[in-house]
Each structure stands twice: as structure tokens, then as C-alpha cells.
């Protein structure tokens, strides 16, 4: 059969990217259940995303400037970035101190699958784009295994690595909605 | 008896378009005084206090940030101060990041035509997205629900069309007169108010009933 065409690949992809951003707000409001509305408003961070290193494009302007091959490699470097940190949020989940627990852990796993299926379609997607598309940033997670010992501090750092996740997944989401629409310039309805 | 100004309320920030944004709050009493009204936000990862940088483009008790001012995937945190000459009050700070606060205004140019298909008529609903929202270059995606109800009728037949600007509704009750609104919602975000309504009677040279 013959090769799939590169806007094929993106419109799944982005299909993807939408479902594991949405995931992640799911999982963000089971969390939020549990709070008071107070402890809701302003949670703390108790340090920066181990992905805000990565220079990325924060309004539109700046976004639509960069390259495909710029875009797709922001892609595969956030997305790479949260493998060792979604195992994490994956075995600490198993012992997460919330009435919402294992509705949690199993969106937890759901993400997994999601970001994994994602990371390989898009190796394949990159193959087929400018060789930029391979690079792909080293972004490092230092948190280590352990989110917390007390019941606040683990809900706490569950909370941020999450928050931290969900931006990045919308992220991902914004830059294959963004090459999806570059690829489908011969289709107007597409977008 | 005059009093310091009670605490004022973040009520909503909305962005239209995750280009700008434009939050909106609740004075509290004034106390009898004379009392002003001033937002200000700091940025993630930043100690640098801004004020409202425009309390006028979207009317009273609000700060509208426009392109320049505004940044996605940061979070801001935001307070309201009421002042008068007995005293200060502080509402609670509301932290917010532009792109889950995205509420696009209704979709235009929505169009309404009597078609046919082997003698049964259907409706065409055509519409076009808010000109402020950029679909063009994905950097807003957008998907759409149209209602659809015969005018003596109470309740709404709803259908999602997904991210067409064209749908098509069949089953029609010959002559009967249909009023038709389409809305729309970013991937991740909030639906729109309903655009404004389009009326359509359907010819009843047809015989048979819906």
C-alpha cells in the first residue's frame, strides 16, 4: 500500500495529543476534587517544570515562526522528557493518599499508553520530515523515585509534576495542531 | 459611619482567541468612601509586581492585556486592591494560564438555505468561525454544535458537527418554520454563547409529514 501521506500522520497524531492533553485535565479536576476550594486556588510549586528549560514559543506570533522540522523537535523532546517521569507519577499513584486513587492510577497508565503510542508515530512522522525533526533536546528528570514521605507533601508534588505534565501535553497538542494545519494548506476545510 | 473598602472579587479572566485575555471583578462595599480599584499580576517564576496595563477596552471593573501583554503556558497571578482614605483590602489571588481560560465568541456568517435531495428538502447550515479566532494557521482549534427546533416547539434537536462550518439536517416537517444557532468551543476550553438565531421556513408543497 502505498506510503501514508505526512498530513495523514499529523492528523492522527494531533488526534493523540488532544486525547492525552484532555486526559491530563481529567486527571488534573479528580485531583482538585479532593482539595477545599481555598487549597485549590493557589497550589504550591515547589520548584520549576524539569521541561522549563526548554526554550519554547509562548504567544502565537513567536509560534508560527518556527520551522517545521523546529516545531516537531520540541514535540519529541517534551514528549521524551516525561518517560521516566510518568513512571514515577505511575508507581506513586499506586499509594496516592486521595479517595480518587485508583480512578487516578488508572488514568495514570491510560497516559502512558497515549504518550508511547504518540512518541512512535511521530518517530515514524519525523523520518519522513527535514532532518531537524530528529534532534531531540535532553531534558533530565532529577526528582527522583520519591515524591514525598507526609500525605501533604505527596499530594503536593503529585499535584506539580501533573500541573508540569499538562502544560507540556497542551504544548505538544498546540505544535501538531500547528503542523497539521501547515500539511493541510491544499485542504482550507481542514482548518 | 464611614469604613475602609471591603475585599474586592476576581469574578472571571476569559481569553477569546489565546492571543488576549481580560479579567473582570466584583467591588466589594466602599464603606462610604470614595474607593479605587487596581489589578495587579506577577508571572511564574518572576517577584516583578506589574500593574493592569489597560482598565479601559473592556469596561468597568476590568484590565484587558492585549498581544503584547499576554503570554501562554506561564501562569499569572493576580490580585485586585480596593483603596480608599480609611484603608486598603486585597482580594483573594486567582492564578490562571491563558490557554485554559480560552472562550471563543460565537461563530459568524451563520447561513441557513432550503436545499433538495430527490424531492425531500433538507437544511444547509453554513457558518464561519469568530474572525478574532486564527483557525486558519491551527493555532486555535475549533469544533462546533449546532440546535435546530420548529418554531411552536420547546426543545432543541443539538448535533456536533465537529470541526466542519457546513452541516446538513434532514427529516424536516413540510412548511414548518425552523430556528437554527451554532456555538463553538476551542479543543480545550469553554463553548461560546450561541450565535444569533436563524429563521427558515421550509416550503409545504411536500406532502408527507416528518
Known amino acids: 500500500c ?14 493523540r495529543s488532544d486525547k492525552l492533553h484532555s486526559l491530563s485535565t481529567t486527571l488534573t479536576q479528580d485531583l482538585d476534587s479532593h482539595f477545599p476550594p481555598i487549597g485549590r486556588v493557589i497550589m504550591p510549586r515547589p520548584s520549576m517544570c524539569h521541561t522549563s528549560s526548554l526554550q519554547t514559543p509562548n504567544d502565537k506570533e513567536q509560534a508560527l515562526q518556527v520551522s517545521e522540522s523546529d516545531l516537531l523537535s520540541l514535540v519529541r523532546s517534551l514528549l521524551q522528557a516525561w518517560e521516566d517521569p510518568l513512571v514515577v507519577l505511575s508507581t506513586s499513584a499506586n499509594t496516592l493518599p486521595h479517595p480518587a486513587q485508583s480512578i487516578i492510577s488508572n488514568k495514570i497508565q491510560e497516559l502512558q499508553e497515549h504518550s508511547k503510542s504518540l512518541g512512535d508515530g511521530l518517530v515514524v512522522l519525523s523520518g519522513k520530515m527535514a532532518p531537524g525533526a530528529q534532534t531531540i533536546s535532553s531534558l533530565p528528570y532529577f526528582g527522583g523515585n520519591d515524591i514525598g514521605q507526609d500525605r501533604i507533601s505527596k499530594l503536593i508534588n503529585f499535584n506539580f509534576l501533573l500541573s508540569c505534565f499538562r502544560r507540556d501535553s497542551h504544548k505538544i497538542d498546540s505544535f501538531l495542531k500547528i503542523l497539521r494545519c501547515r500539511a493541510a494548506k491544499m485542504l482550507p476545510e481542514m482548518c | 459611619v464611614l469604613f475602609p473598602p471591603a475585599k474586592p472579587g476576581l469574578t472571571s479572566c476569559r481569553s477569546p482567541e489565546k492571543e488576549t485575555f481580560t479579567c473582570w471583578w466584583k467591588p466589594g462595599s466602599d464603606g462610604g468612601l470614595p474607593t479605587t480599584h487596581a489589578l495587579y499580576y506577577r508571572k511564574e517564576s518572576s517577584e516583578t509586581v506589574y500593574e493592569c496595563p489597560d482598565y479601559h477596552t473592556a469596561g468597568e471593573n476590568s484590565c484587558f492585556f492585549n498581544k503584547n501583554d499576554t503570554s501562554i503556558w506561564v501562569n499569572y497571578n493576580i490580585t485586585v486592591v480596593a483603596t480608599n482614605a480609611l484603608g486598603r483590602a486585597f482580594s483573594d489571588p486567582v492564578e490562571i494560564d491563558v490557554v485554559y481560560i480560552v472562550k471563543p465568541n460565537p461563530p459568524e456568517k451563520v447561513t441557513v438555505t432550503v436545499m433538495e435531495d430527490k424531492g425531500w428538502p433538507f437544511l444547509r447550515v453554513s457558518w464561519e468561525p469568530p474572525h478574532k479566532a486564527d483557525t486558519r494557521s ?56 450561541w450565535s444569533s438565531t436563524s429563521y427558515i421556513k421550509v416550503p409545504d408543497y411536500f406532502h408527507r409529514e416528518k
Open chain 1, 2 to 15: 502505498g506510503a501514508i501521506p505526512i498530513s495523514d500522520l499529523l492528523d492522527r497524531a494531533s488526534q
Open chain 2, 138 to 193: 491551527g493555532w486555535i482549534t475549533l469544533i462546533y454544535e449546532l440546535r435546530v427546533k420548529l418554531e411552536e416547539e420547546i426543545d432543541w434537536e443539538m448535533h456536533l458537527a465537529g470541526q466542519q462550518k457546513m452541516f446538513n439536517i434532514f427529516s424536516l416537517r413540510s412548511g414548518g418554520k425552523y430556528l437554527v444557532e451554532v456555538r463553538c468551543k476551542p479543543d480545550h476550553g469553554f463553548w461560546s454563547e
